[in-house]
């Protein structure tokens, strides 16, 4: 496998299928290199802001997601103890006459599919069981050395994940921060769950050191639930406790709807939640980073994924603008997007503190938020879903459509 290509994408999770199809649109040449046996999403659900909709719409993609997606009513963030409603973000139809697209929930088998789908379409080569182990750039080209042999390209974006090898090399090491946190998740047939807590909307309820989230999936038919738990948390006087005692232990004081839809939960696999420090270069000569492995964040405000679909549509924009001048296009890209993907990593954390504060600071975020009305919390979102304020489609990609 010596052939060459222009461009080489390493990782083909969202950020890596969205680059390809992309770029792939700009006329370039793309090839996904996968350590997996498989282009795979665990069956789970991801939610998916109207900024990721504006992207997908510039990529030719939105209706395809769309027609799999569940389109919820509203937001609400609660009192996990007291049942209490703090906040109510409206996301039908309000949402989508503000930002012009809605607010979406998906299963991410179906995302990946559109995207693997659209890849296919554009030409893109898909390539599995293939880690990218090092990576050269030689002023000229970049050759990547993989499990598959070496491979050579006018170009790399590595999208290789929060653990990304390829950050390591670009920039230094930089161990994602682990947050103590463990998230456990479960999808399971509407029909189980309780119908009073079935409603069409995101439901995020906030407990001292932990967090219960759920929304519906396949218009109403499959119940999606995430917990996030911190193990550091009365670690001493738990010592010896399996994390599902401790998560039961944690939850004892939720209110009567958490408490009940605890028995839902899988506790057969977890996540354990990391995120980066953010950096500021991205990009060197050849080579650029994109999605987490450039700026993972925690889930707090749902757009790990989203911010790496905006980066793959100005990343695309970049190349098509700079021709074939490779470093000047990434570090435009680096450029364009540093600012705003930090700023959602820094609010994502800021919200992540808010979710799951103890004691005195409860009454200090019920203060808070209890001054917004719906249209306020609608507001202050433009920065996120508006866009403009996004910097997404400053120029139409061109569309090459290629032969066979
Ligand atoms: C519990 C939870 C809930 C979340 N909910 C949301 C949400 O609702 N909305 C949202 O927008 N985001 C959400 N996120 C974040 C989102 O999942 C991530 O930000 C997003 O998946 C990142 O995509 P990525 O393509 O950059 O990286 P990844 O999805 O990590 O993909 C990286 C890919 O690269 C491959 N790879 C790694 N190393 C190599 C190598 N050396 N060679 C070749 N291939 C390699 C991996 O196998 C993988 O396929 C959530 C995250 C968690 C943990």
């Given at each position: 496998m010596t052939q060459q290509t222009q461009i080489i994408v390493a990782g083909g999770g969202i950020g890596g299928l969205s680059a390809a199809v992309a770029l792939a649109r700009a006329g370039r040449t793309v090839r996904i290199v996968e350590q997996a046996s498989e282009f795979r999403a665990i069956g789970y659900g991801i939610q998916l802001g109207p900024n990721a909709h504006h992207a997908f719409r510039h990529l030719g993609i939105e209706q395809e997601i769309l027609d799999r997606c569940s389109l919820p009513e509203a937001g609400v963030l609660a009192n996990a103890v007291t049942g209490e409603t703090l906040l109510r973000l409206p996301m039908g139809e309000e949402m989508r006459r503000r930002y012009g697209q809605p607010y979406a929930v998906i299963h991410r088998p179906d995302l990946h599919e559109v995207l693997i789908e659209a890849c296919r379409r554009e030409g893109v080569e898909l390539i599995t069981d293939c880690e990218l182990r090092s990576f050269e750039d030689t002023g000229s080209l970049v050759r990547v050395d993989t499990s598959k042999g070496t491979l050579e390209a006018s170009a790399l974006v590595a999208a290789?994940?929060?653990?990304?090898k390829s950050r390591t090399a670009l920039v230094g090491p930089e161990t994602p921060e682990r947050l103590g946190y463990v998230a456990f998740r479960a999808v399971r047939p509407m029909s189980e769950i309780p119908a009073h807590l079935a409603k069409n909307e995101v439901k995020l309820w906030c407990g001292p050191s932990c967090h219960m989230i759920h929304y519906p999936l396949h218009g109403g038919t499959i119940f999606n639930l995430v917990i996030g738990f911190?193990?550091?948390?009365?670690a001493e006087a738990e010592a010896g406790m399996s994390y599902k005692e401790r998560i039961l232990k944690r939850f004892e004081g939720a209110c009567e709807d958490v408490r009940g839809l605890l028995?839902?939960?899988?506790?057969s696999r977890f996540w354990e939640i990391a995120t980066i420090t953010p950096i500021s270069t991205w990009s060197k000569g050849r080579v650029t980073l994109l999605g987490d492995s450039a700026h993972a964040m925690v889930q707090a405000m749902a757009q790990g994924a989203c911010q790496a679909i905006e980066d793959a549509l100005v990343l695309a924009e970049c190349v098509s603008t700079a021709d074939e001048d490779y470093a000047a296009a990434f570090r435009e890209f680096n450029s364009r997007r540093l600012v705003r993907a930090t700023r959602v990593q820094y609010m994502s954390r800021f919200m992540w503190e808010l979710i799951h504060v103890r004691g005195a600071y409860v009454d200090l975020r019920q203060s808070m938020l209890s001054r917004f009305r719906d249209s306020d919390t609608l507001e202050m979102l433009s920065w996120l879903y508006d866009e403009h304020a996004a910097g997404l489609g400053r120029k139409e990609l061109p569309h090459i459509a290629r032969a066979g």
């Open positions: 290789d994940g929060i653990w990304s911190d193990y550091r948390y009365n028995p839902y939960l899988d506790f």
